[in-house]
């Protein structure tokens, strides 16, 4: 079974840094793309980043220069740098993969911005 666990949320004043941590288990890590998404009250899950398995990087524009996606296919893990933080990147982010038509999440990790 496909299991996603990430880390790395935590508490940021504006103009700060983070990593998450996303660590894959139960299939072909190094075959599989790896999105990172983020979801705020009322409103939909949205995608912040994804990494294909052959390295390709894509972003939501709003975090397009701040953001970078990257993955260590040794150790089973994407990472998320998150850097100059604004109040309106707080939301649970989640880790996800597709395998065989199947969606797979972790539990989400808690990012909060403020002063």
């Known amino acids: 079974q496909v299991q996603l666990v990430e880390s790395g949320g935590g508490l940021v004043q504006p103009g700060g840094s983070l990593r998450l941590s996303c660590t894959v288990s139960g299939t072909i890590f190094r075959q599989i793309p790896v999105a990172w998404y983020r979801q705020v009250p009322g409103k939909a899950r949205e995608r912040v980043a994804v990494?294909?398995?052959?390295?390709?990087?894509t972003y939501e524009e709003s975090v397009k220069t701040r953001f970078t996606i990257t993955r260590d296919d040794a150790q089973k893990t994407v990472y998320l740098q998150m850097d100059t933080l604004k109040p309106e990147d707080a939301a649970v982010y989640y880790c996800?993969?597709?395998?065989?038509?199947?969606?797979?999440w972790g539990q989400g990790t808690q990012v909060t911005v403020s002063s």
């Open positions: 996800g993969t597709t395998v065989r038509g199947t969606t797979y």
């Open positions: 990494i294909s398995s052959g390295n390709y990087a």
